[in-house]
C-alpha cells in the first residue's frame, strides 16, 4: 500500500512539474489567479468563524451592549463573505479560461506530435494505443482544472486545518477523536473509490475505441455506399449494440461499488458531527465554553473535518488526474524522443543543382512486428533525370520500394543513397524536401481545391512547425497570384482548369460539404488529377508516382502519358503503373516477383526476352486491347 501511495505522489509530482513548466512559458499570469485562489479560500473560512463567535458574545453576554461593535461584526461577516465569494469566483473564472485554453494547447501537441511521429507508428498498436488514450486523457473533461484544483484545494486546505485546529485543539482535545475516526474512514474508502475510477478508465477505453470506430468512422461517407449496397447495418448496429451493453455493464458495475464507498464515507462523517455536537453541547451546559464559543466552535469543527475530508479528497483527485495526465505525458515523451532524434541529424542535404541519384544497396525489408521479407536484396541505381517504371504482379512489393524510398519505413538490412548520402542521416522534413509524391492512396482534404495543392507551402515561410504562423495575412497580393498561376498552369497539362473554372469560386472551391454546403465532390479522375498537380506544384527534384493514372479515363491517360516529359521534365522519377503502355515513356523499366527484381532494362531491351515476364504482361494486355 505504501509502495503504491508513493508512486501515486510521484506521478503527482511529474505532472505537476511538467504542468507547471508549461504554465509558466504559455501563460504566466495563471500563477496569480492560483496565488489569489489560495488566499481566499484559506482565509474564507474564518471569517464567519471569528465574526459569529464575537457577534453572538455581544448580543448574548454584554451588558452594556455596544451597538457599533455589533454592525461592525455584522458587516465584517457581510463584506468579508461577499469579498469571498466575488474575489473567489473570478479567480475561479480567470482559472477555467485559462485551464481550457491549456487544454487545447496540450491537445495541439498530441497533433503535432502524432503527425511528425515516426510513419510506422501509425500501424503499431501499442503506440496507437498511446494516441488514444492521450487523446481520451483530453476527453474527460477539465483535466486540467482537476490538476490545479486539486492543487489549490490542497494548499488551502492545509492552510486552514492549521488555522482551525488551533482554535479546536483549545477547547477539547477530545474532538479530535472523532475528527480522526472519519477522516481515516473517508480516506480508505476515498482510495478505494480512486483505484476503482482508474481501473473503470482504463477498461472502458478499450471498449470505447471499438465503439468510435463504429460510431465515428463507419458512419463517414467514405462507408457508406458499401454498407448501404450490402445491408451491412444490421451487422453494424448489432455490434454496436454488443459494444454498448459491455460499456453499460461496465459502467454500472463501477457506479455501484462507488456508490458503496460514498454511502459508508458519508454515515462516517455524519456519526463525527453527531459526537462533535454532544462535547460541544456538554462544555456549553458546563459553563466551560460561552454560546458564541459554541457556534464559532462548531462550525469550527466542521471545517476542520472538511478541510481533512478536501485533503485524503484532494489527494486522491491528484492521483486520478495524474494517473491519466501520465497517458498523455508517456506518449509525448515517446513521440518527442523520435522528433529530437531527427533534428540532431545533421548530414547535409545532397547538392541536387545536378540532378538526384537514387541507390538502392543490398536491400531487403520486412514490415514492422512480421517475419516475412517483402523485399530481399534489393539492388539497383536510379540516375539523375532518369526516369523508371516499376511493373510486376499485385502483392510484388513495388508500393513498398516506394515507401522505403520515402523513408516511411527503416531498411531492415542494405541501405538507400541520394547522392551518395544515406537517407538516414538526413534529418527528415529536410529529406521529403527533395520527394514530390502522389500514392495510390493518397487522400484530399475538406479544404480548398488551392489549399489541396499548396498545403500550405507559400503560407509557411521556412517548413518549421513551431513557425508555421500565416505571416499576419501578410502574403502580398502578388505572392497570392503566383500561386493561383502556378496552380493554374500545372492544371492546364493535365487538363483539369476547365473544371475548376467551371466552379464559381474556381480555386478557392471547397473540396467535399462537410464545412461548406456548396462545397463540390470531385470525381475519382478529377481528384486523381488534382493529386497529380499537387505533386508538381511541390516541384521536388524527385518525382514517384504510385499509379498515378488508374482513375483516368484512356483519352486523359493517354495525355498526362504525352505530357509526361512536360510533367516531369529532367528531374529523376520513378513511376509504377500496371498499364504497361505507360512503360514506353521510361528510360528504364525493373520488373518485381516476389519482393526481388527479375528484370530490369528499357522497353525494347526487355520486349526482346520472348520468354520474359514483361514481355508476356505486355502482350497479354495488349491482347485485350486488340481483341
Ligand atoms: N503495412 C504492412 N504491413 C504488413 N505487410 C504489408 C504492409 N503493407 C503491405 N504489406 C504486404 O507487403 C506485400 C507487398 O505489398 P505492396 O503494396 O508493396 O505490393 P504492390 O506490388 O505494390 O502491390 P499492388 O500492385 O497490388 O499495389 C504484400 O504481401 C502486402 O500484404
Same mark, same amino acid.
Given at each position: 500500500?505504501?509502495? =503504491?501511495?508513493?508512486?501515486?505522489i510521484?506521478?503527482i509530482?511529474?505532472?505537476?512539474?511538467?504542468?507547471?513548466?508549461?504554465?509558466?512559458?504559455?501563460l504566466?499570469?495563471?500563477?496569480?489567479?492560483?496565488l489569489?485562489?489560495?488566499?481566499?479560500?484559506?482565509?474564507?473560512?474564518?471569517?464567519s468563524?471569528?465574526?459569529?463567535?464575537y457577534?453572538?458574545?455581544e448580543?448574548?453576554?454584554?451588558?452594556?451592549?455596544?451597538? +457599533?461593535?455589533?454592525?461592525f461584526?455584522?458587516?465584517?461577516i457581510?463584506?468579508?463573505?461577499?469579498?469571498?465569494?466575488?474575489v473567489?469566483k473570478f479567480?475561479n473564472?480567470?482559472?477555467?479560461y485559462?485551464?481550457d485554453r491549456?487544454?487545447?494547447?496540450?491537445?495541439?501537441?498530441?497533433?503535432?506530435?502524432?503527425?511528425?511521429?515516426?510513419?510506422e507508428?501509425?500501424e503499431?498498436?501499442?503506440m496507437l494505443?498511446?494516441?488514444?488514450?492521450?487523446?481520451r486523457?483530453f476527453?474527460?473533461t477539465?483535466?486540467?482544472q482537476?490538476?490545479?484544483?486539486?492543487i489549490?484545494?490542497?494548499?488551502?486546505?492545509?492552510?486552514v486545518?492549521a488555522?482551525?485546529m488551533?482554535?479546536?485543539?483549545?477547547c477539547?482535545?477530545?474532538l479530535l477523536?472523532?475528527? *480522526?475516526?472519519?477522516?481515516?474512514?473517508n480516506?480508505?474508502?476515498?482510495?478505494?473509490t480512486?483505484?476503482?475510477?482508474?481501473?473503470y478508465?482504463?477498461?472502458?477505453?478499450?471498449?470505447?475505441?471499438?465503439?468510435d470506430?463504429?460510431?465515428?468512422?463507419?458512419?463517414?461517407?467514405?462507408y457508406?455506399?458499401?454498407?448501404?449496397?450490402?445491408n451491412?447495418?444490421?451487422?453494424?448496429?448489432?455490434?454496436? =449494440?454488443?459494444?454498448?451493453?459491455k460499456?453499460?455493464?461496465?459502467?454500472?458495475?463501477s457506479m455501484?461499488?462507488?456508490?458503496?464507498?460514498?454511502?459508508?464515507?458519508?454515515?462516517?462523517?455524519?456519526?463525527?458531527n453527531?459526537?462533535v455536537?454532544?462535547?460541544l453541547?456538554?462544555?456549553t451546559?458546563?459553563?466551560?465554553?460561552?454560546?458564541?464559543?459554541?457556534?464559532?466552535?462548531?462550525?469550527?469543527?466542521?471545517? *476542520?473535518?472538511?478541510?481533512?475530508?478536501?485533503?485524503?479528497?484532494?489527494?486522491?483527485?491528484?492521483?486520478?488526474?495524474?494517473?491519466?495526465?501520465?497517458?498523455?505525458?508517456?506518449y509525448?515523451?515517446?513521440?518527442?524522443?523520435?522528433?529530437?532524434?531527427? =533534428?540532431s541529424k545533421?548530414?547535409?542535404?545532397?547538392n541536387?543543382?545536378?540532378?538526384?541519384?537514387?541507390?538502392f544497396k543490398?536491400?531487403?525489408f520486412?514490415?514492422?512486428?512480421?517475419?516475412?521479407?517483402?523485399?530481399k536484396?534489393?539492388?539497383?541505381?536510379i540516375?539523375?533525370?532518369?526516369?523508371?517504371?516499376i511493373?510486376?504482379?499485385?502483392g510484388?512489393?513495388?508500393t513498398?520500394?516506394i515507401k522505403?524510398?520515402?523513408?516511411?519505413?527503416?531498411?531492415?538490412?542494405?541501405?538507400?543513397?541520394?547522392n551518395?548520402v544515406?537517407?538516414?542521416?538526413?534529418?527528415?522534413?529536410?529529406?521529403?524536401?527533395?520527394?514530390?509524391?502522389?500514392?495510390q492512396d493518397?487522400?484530399?482534404?475538406?479544404?480548398?481545391?488551392?489549399?489541396?495543392?499548396?498545403?500550405?507551402q507559400? =503560407?509557411y515561410?521556412?517548413?518549421?512547425?513551431?513557425?508555421?504562423?500565416?505571416?499576419?495575412g501578410?502574403? +502580398?497580393?502578388?505572392?497570392y497570384?503566383?500561386v493561383?498561376?502556378?496552380?493554374?498552369?500545372?492544371?492546364?497539362?493535365?487538363?483539369?482548369d +476547365?473544371?475548376?473554372?467551371?466552379?464559381?469560386?474556381?480555386?478557392?472551391?471547397n473540396?467535399?460539404k462537410?464545412?461548406?454546403?456548396?462545397?463540390?465532390?470531385?470525381?475519382?479522375?478529377?481528384?486523381?488529377?488534382?493529386?497529380?498537380?499537387?505533386?508538381l506544384?511541390?516541384?521536388?527534384?524527385?518525382?514517384?508516382?504510385?499509379?498515378?493514372?488508374?482513375?483516368?479515363?484512356?483519352?486523359?491517360?493517354f495525355?498526362?502519358?504525352?505530357n509526361?516529359?512536360?510533367?516531369?521534365?529532367g528531374?529523376?522519377?520513378?513511376?509504377?503503373?500496371h498499364?504497361?503502355?505507360?512503360c514506353?515513356?521510361c528510360?528504364?523499366?525493373?520488373? *518485381?516477383?516476389?519482393?526481388?527484381?527479375i528484370?530490369d532494362?528499357?522497353?525494347d531491351?526487355?520486349?526482346?526476352n520472348t520468354n +520474359?515476364f514483361?514481355?508476356?504482361?505486355?502482350?497479354?494486355?495488349?491482347?485485350?486491347?486488340?481483341n
Amino acid at each position: 500500500m505504501l509502495k =503504491k501511495l508513493f508512486s501515486g505522489i510521484k506521478d503527482i509530482a511529474f505532472c505537476t512539474g511538467y504542468f507547471a513548466k508549461f504554465a509558466w512559458k504559455k501563460l504566466p499570469i495563471y500563477y496569480f489567479y492560483i496565488l489569489l485562489s489560495v488566499i481566499v479560500n484559506t482565509a474564507g473560512p474564518f471569517v464567519s468563524i471569528i465574526g459569529s463567535k464575537y457577534l453572538i458574545n455581544e448580543i448574548v453576554y454584554e451588558q452594556n451592549r455596544n451597538i +457599533g461593535m455589533i454592525i461592525f461584526w455584522v458587516a465584517f461577516i457581510c463584506i468579508g463573505t461577499y469579498l469571498y465569494a466575488v474575489v473567489g469566483k473570478f479567480a475561479n473564472e480567470k482559472q477555467n479560461y485559462c485551464n481550457d485554453r491549456f487544454d487545447r494547447m496540450l491537445q495541439m501537441e498530441i497533433s503535432f506530435n502524432t503527425m511528425q511521429m515516426k510513419f510506422e507508428y501509425t500501424e503499431n498498436s501499442e503506440m496507437l494505443d498511446s494516441v488514444n488514450k492521450a487523446g481520451r486523457a483530453f476527453e474527460q473533461t477539465n483535466l486540467i482544472q482537476g490538476l490545479t484544483d486539486g492543487i489549490v484545494g490542497l494548499i488551502s486546505n492545509i492552510l486552514v486545518l492549521a488555522g482551525v485546529m488551533y482554535i479546536v485543539v483549545n477547547c477539547s482535545v477530545w474532538l479530535l477523536i472523532p475528527v *480522526f475516526l472519519s477522516f481515516v474512514i473517508n480516506t480508505y474508502m476515498t482510495m478505494k473509490t480512486t483505484k476503482l475510477k482508474e481501473n473503470y478508465f482504463s477498461e472502458a477505453m478499450e471498449i470505447d475505441r471499438v465503439v468510435d470506430y463504429y460510431l465515428d468512422e463507419l458512419t463517414t461517407g467514405e462507408y457508406a455506399k458499401d454498407i448501404r449496397i450490402y445491408n451491412a447495418d444490421n451487422m453494424i448496429i448489432d455490434n454496436q =449494440k454488443e459494444q454498448s451493453t459491455k460499456q453499460y455493464n461496465l459502467s454500472k458495475r463501477s457506479m455501484k461499488k462507488i456508490w458503496n464507498n460514498e454511502k459508508i464515507s458519508i454515515t462516517s462523517t455524519e456519526i463525527c458531527n453527531i459526537a462533535v455536537y454532544i462535547i460541544l453541547g456538554v462544555n456549553t451546559l458546563t459553563g466551560k465554553i460561552t454560546i458564541g464559543d459554541f457556534s464559532s466552535l462548531t462550525q469550527a469543527v466542521i471545517k *476542520f473535518t472538511e478541510a481533512l475530508y478536501n485533503i485524503s479528497r484532494g489527494l486522491m483527485g491528484l492521483k486520478y488526474t495524474a494517473s491519466i495526465l501520465k497517458y498523455y505525458l508517456d506518449y509525448i515523451e515517446k513521440a518527442e524522443i523520435d522528433i529530437k532524434y531527427e =533534428k540532431s541529424k545533421n548530414a547535409e542535404v545532397p547538392n541536387v543543382n545536378d540532378g538526384v541519384s537514387i541507390e538502392f544497396k543490398n536491400v531487403s525489408f520486412k514490415y514492422p512486428n512480421t517475419d516475412v521479407y517483402i523485399l530481399k536484396n534489393i539492388n539497383t541505381s536510379i540516375h539523375p533525370g532518369e526516369h523508371l517504371s516499376i511493373v510486376g504482379k499485385n502483392g510484388a512489393g513495388k508500393t513498398t520500394f516506394i515507401k522505403l524510398l520515402c523513408r516511411l519505413y527503416e531498411v531492415t538490412e542494405g541501405e538507400i543513397l541520394v547522392n551518395g548520402v544515406n537517407i538516414n542521416d538526413i534529418e527528415y522534413s529536410k529529406y521529403l524536401d527533395l520527394l514530390s509524391v502522389v500514392f495510390q492512396d493518397y487522400r484530399l482534404m475538406a479544404f480548398s481545391i488551392k489549399d489541396n495543392i499548396d498545403m500550405g507551402q507559400n =503560407k509557411y515561410a521556412n517548413g518549421d512547425m513551431e513557425q508555421k504562423e500565416y505571416a499576419n495575412g501578410d502574403m +502580398g497580393q502578388n505572392k497570392y497570384s503566383n500561386v493561383e498561376n502556378k496552380i493554374n498552369e500545372l492544371c492546364k497539362i493535365v487538363e483539369i482548369d +476547365g473544371w475548376i473554372n467551371s466552379l464559381e469560386n474556381k480555386q478557392n472551391t471547397n473540396l467535399y460539404k462537410m464545412f461548406d454546403e456548396s462545397g463540390v465532390e470531385p470525381s475519382g479522375g478529377q481528384a486523381q488529377k488534382l493529386a497529380i498537380v499537387r505533386a508538381l506544384y511541390k516541384d521536388a527534384p524527385v518525382v514517384v508516382l504510385d499509379e498515378p493514372t488508374a482513375a483516368l479515363d484512356p483519352i486523359a491517360e493517354f495525355e498526362v502519358y504525352n505530357n509526361f516529359d512536360k510533367l516531369v521534365g529532367g528531374k529523376t522519377a520513378v513511376y509504377i503503373s500496371h498499364r504497361l503502355s505507360s512503360c514506353r515513356f521510361c528510360d528504364r523499366i525493373i520488373v *518485381f516477383d516476389g519482393g526481388t527484381i527479375i528484370e530490369d532494362g528499357s522497353h525494347d531491351k526487355l520486349m526482346e526476352n520472348t520468354n +520474359g515476364f514483361y514481355f508476356n504482361m505486355y502482350n497479354t494486355q495488349a491482347k485485350h486491347y486488340q481483341n
